[in-house]
């Protein structure tokens, strides 16, 4: 017979593994792309630990692959972010107006 302390730690793997079910699945209906890989890193990082409590080699295997895929295309999401900031400050302080320098050779 399980004990009261196996019980409550089966239910939370189990509630860990609804919410990341239900966050995959929700995944489909957003429209941006940054969104979209986001939602799938974080319910593919719940049922992978989900699925390595209950010991399923492929569930483990095919969620940290996915979610593998969507950190790394984060990442290139978040640098290719960083550089266009980057630029667009550039092309700020080029358009910037110069302060104007009073040039005269006659005391004021």
């Keep these: 017979m399980a004990s009261w302390q196996q019980v409550m730690e089966n239910i939370v793997y189990d509630v860990i593994s609804w919410v990341g079910l239900t966050i995959c699945i929700g995944a489909f209906f957003i429209k941006d792309v940054f969104w979209l890989r986001l939602a799938t890193l974080i319910g593919c990082s719940l049922l992978f630990v989900y699925y390595s409590h209950?010991?399923?080699?492929?569930?483990?295997?095919?969620?940290?692959?996915?979610?593998?895929?969507?950190?790394?295309?984060l990442l290139r999401f978040a640098a290719a972010r960083k550089k266009a900031l980057s630029a667009s400050k550039l092309t700020e302080s080029a358009e910037a107006p110069l302060h104007t320098v009073k040039l005269s050779t006659q005391p004021e």
């Design 54 to 73: 209950i010991a399923i080699p492929q569930g483990v295997i095919s969620n940290l692959l996915v979610l593998l895929i969507n950190a790394y295309y």
